[in-house]
């Protein structure tokens, strides 16, 4: 179990380590989960996208969401890595990945692990636009996750 912050771009050899980690003989299902900077958000068009955190408190609440993933599902290991900095159109911002013995925990791990990080990581996203304006989107329908 482990949740990471890095300025690093989580390339495929990146993805490849965080899959290898979570292998073992004992898991048949995995389940991933990776969010890409998109070219749009509400109807206006992105050119890139900024994410900053308050490290030490991201850290603390990114591994008790592990930590709480894990006593609430029968899963074997858990990572996940969450990008700041400046980041380009198609960049991969944050992965999710579980593995467990059984596929249905792995999937409802992992959708709870992302729910969880976008409603209570202190990690805050800044958009530019085509139109060189910028905002710092809210959280839509955070107030209404289901965990």
Same mark, same amino acid.
Do not use: N
């Given at each position: 179990?482990?949740?990471?912050?890095?300025?690093?771009?989580?390339?495929? $050899? !990146?993805? #490849?380590?965080?899959? +290898?980690? @979570?292998?073992?003989? %004992?898991?048949? /299902?995995?389940?991933?989960?990776?969010?890409?900077?998109?070219?749009?958000?509400?109807?206006?068009?992105?050119?890139?996208?900024?994410?900053?955190?308050?490290?030490?408190l991201a850290h603390k609440?990114g591994n008790r969401i592990?930590?709480? $993933? !894990?006593? #609430?599902?029968?899963? +074997?290991? @858990?990572?996940?890595? %969450?990008?700041? /900095?400046?980041?380009?159109?198609?960049?991969?911002?944050?992965?999710?990945?579980?593995?467990?013995?059984?596929?249905?925990?792995?999937?409802?791990?992992?959708?709870?692990?992302?729910?969880?990080?976008?409603?209570?990581?202190?990690?805050?996203?800044?958009?530019?636009?085509?139109?060189?304006?910028?905002?710092?989107?809210?959280?839509? /329908?955070?107030?209404?996750?289901?965990?």
């Open positions: 179990m482990r949740f990471q912050i890095s300025d690093s771009p989580i390339d495929p $050899a !990146t993805l #490849r380590e965080l899959r +290898q980690q @979570l292998y073992s003989p %004992h898991c048949g /299902g995995y389940c991933s989960f990776e969010g890409w900077v998109r070219d749009h958000h509400d109807g206006k068009s992105v050119s890139s996208l900024e994410y900053s955190c308050y490290p030490e609440e592990l930590e709480a $993933a !894990t006593e #609430r599902f029968d899963i +074997q290991d @858990l990572r996940c890595h %969450h990008r700041v /900095g400046h980041l380009a159109i198609g960049e991969m911002a944050v992965y999710v990945g579980v593995s467990a013995a059984h596929r249905d925990a792995a999937f409802q791990a992992c959708r709870y692990v992302i729910d969880e990080i976008k409603l209570s990581v202190p990690i805050w996203k800044k958009e530019y636009y085509t139109d060189e304006t910028t905002a710092w989107p809210e959280c839509k /329908g955070c107030k209404d996750h289901l965990h």
